[in-house]
């Protein structure tokens, strides 16, 4: 249980960066499959989001918790829609 904890403290730091996480495909990458990567990146945050969730929260120091949650889930919407039919070659 001190694992869990633990892991959910680290988490809840982590999470309310993920805006720039996400983008750090866009910043370092400089291969073709940049929406890959980000959606690497989404679903990477997405286990430190259920991590998060073990731990009772507390406010967010860039955008409120309700409304933090609802944009990286929309942003995983849009990334995985533009990374899967975004390809129009």
């Known amino acids: 249980?001190?694992?869990?904890?633990?892991?959910?403290?680290?988490?809840r730091m982590i999470f309310p960066a993920w805006?720039?996480?996400l983008l750090l495909p866009?910043?370092?990458g400089k291969g073709e499959n940049t929406l890959g990567?980000?959606?690497?990146?989404?679903a990477v945050m997405l286990f430190i989001?259920?991590?998060?969730?073990?731990v009772p929260t507390i406010p967010s120091y860039a955008i409120p918790e309700p409304i933090?949650?609802?944009?990286?889930?929309?942003a995983g919407?849009?990334?995985?829609?533009f990374?899967?039919?975004g390809k129009s070659r």
């Open 19 to 21: 805006p720039a996480i």
């Open 49 to 54: 989001w259920l991590a998060k969730r073990a």
């Open 83 to 85: 990374a899967r039919f």
């Open 37 to 42: 990567q980000m959606l690497v990146m989404w």
């Open 1 to 11: 249980m001190q694992i869990i904890q633990t892991l959910g403290m680290i988490s």
């Open 77 to 81: 919407v849009l990334i995985f829609i």
């Open 26 to 28: 866009l910043l370092l």
């Open 68 to 74: 933090n949650t609802y944009l990286f889930f929309a």
